[in-house]
């Protein structure tokens, strides 16, 4: 049972992944910045930084992620869906979103089928190291639980 969330555990957690989402576009763009700023407005700067529309752009998608994370992987809105079905849920909606982007911002030319094969490759491992990362955390708090639960037929 997921205890209740304020505002501010809901800021948080936007921020959080507004700051790695950030984090990685610094060093994508200090390593591939140059080559990259005329093909995606992600990389407009080049290596020499962000733009604030791309800051903000990435702070929508950090809106977006969170809000989907509350609705697909918290037991909030949704309390009798598979977990499987919640995941693929939540990363289909995360995949369109991105694709809206795509097209809207022009993160990348869509007409490029190699960008749309890294981004594939690219989104593919970010959602197979996410799943990861969740199952960890998910026998981290199950082990948890048990040990309390362990601690108290004791």
């Known amino acids: 049972m ?15 992944i507004y700051g790695v989402m950030v984090l990685m576009f610094v060093i994508f763009n200090l390593i591939i910045g140059d080559e990259a700023k005329s093909v995606s407005s992600l990389f407009a700067l080049g290596s020499q930084g962000l733009l604030s529309a791309t800051l903000l752009q990435l702070l929508f998608m950090a809106l977006i992620i969170t809000a989907a994370q509350n609705v697909f992987l918290t037991d909030i ?15 289909v909606t995360i995949m369109i979103a991105i694709i809206v982007f795509v097209i ?44 309390a639960l362990n601690k108290l037929k004791k």
Not at 78 to 90: D, E, P, S, T
Not at 113 to 131: E, K, N, P, R
């Open 104 to 147: 809207v911002f022009g993160w990348f030319p869509i007409e490029n089928a190699a960008a749309w094969v890294g981004f594939i490759v690219s989104f593919a491992v970010c959602t197979g190291v996410s799943a990861l990362l969740m199952r960890l955390e998910e026998n981290a708090e199950n082990k948890k639980m048990q040990d």
């Open 77 to 91: 809105l949704i309390k009798n869906l598979a977990l499987i079905v919640r995941n693929i849920l939540f990363f």
């Open 2 to 16: 997921e205890e209740k969330k304020s505002i501010f555990d809901y800021i948080r957690q936007l921020f959080t």
